[in-house]
């Protein structure tokens, strides 16, 4: 069963969330501040943290950094503000993912079963490795190294250069990208995926890759391109 964190000070989004969690057959556990969702996720292994930005002790944005220092399990942000720079903020810092409230409890948990989906598919199709000059990436253990230097990434991130690495030379456009990794019900936009392949290229380029690169084709998408025979 997959155990879910559900952080948020507002006790009655955490019953709420909670309830829904349990009806979806995940188990939920409940943090009401930040220090509390540190402290728990320290001592458990979690599937998927829903993480709410406004929290005593600790911010959503704090957790989140703590949290990516040591692991890429997904997260989603939740936040009351639907400013572009709190969106793009929690992205930045390792957030796969952003709700805005008020929210459908239902919306919440479309978005949990799509990531868990994708992680399933992974694990399954036989394929945990993928490896491409000084590029590799594993699935075992949620790593992108390169030159065996370790790039931190988050999920979606990860997802995207398994994606594209995984279909070599196959021009993904940002709506298949868009569909396949967020959803077809995602509320999002092309932007979104833009973002996310220019933090991705950015940590990337921390170690030199002179044989391959995410290439952009203009009006039409995104590809894994790579000089190697």
């Not at 155990?3 to 188990?27: H, P, R, S, V, W």
């Not at 406004?54 to 957790?63: N, S």
Request: hydrophobic share 40%.
């Amino acid at each position: 069963m997959d155990k879910i964190l559900i952080a948020d000070d507002n006790l009655q989004i955490t019953k709420i969330l909670t309830e829904f969690a349990k009806k979806e057959g995940y188990e939920p556990v409940a943090a009401y501040n930040g220090d509390e969702a540190l402290e728990l996720f320290r001592q458990d292994q979690f599937s998927m943290i829903l993480l709410d930005v406004m929290m005593p002790k600790r911010d959503g944005f704090e957790v989140c950094r703590e949290i990516r220092r040591v692991s890429n399990v997904p997260i989603i942000m939740i936040t009351a503000r639907g400013e572009d720079f709190e969106r793009i903020m929690g992205l930045d810092i390792g957030a796969d993912d952003y709700i805005v409230k008020p929210f459908s409890p239902g919306e919440v948990m479309a978005r949990v079963r799509a990531v868990l989906r994708r992680m399933d598919s992974s694990r399954q199709d036989g394929q945990r490795c993928l490896v491409y000059d000084n590029l590799t990436i594993s699935l075992d253990n949620a790593s992108v190294t390169i030159e065996g230097q370790n790039i931190a990434l988050t999920k979606k991130e990860l997802e995207i250069l398994w994606t594209l690495l995984g279909n070599r030379g196959k021009i993904f456009s940002r709506d298949n990208l868009l569909s396949t990794l967020w959803g077809y019900d995602y509320p999002g936009d092309n932007r979104t995926v833009d973002n996310h392949i220019k933090r991705l290229r950015a940590k990337l380029d921390r170690v030199p890759h002179p044989n391959w690169q995410i290439k952009t084709i203009w009006g039409m998408g995104y590809k894994f391109e790579g000089s190697l025979i």
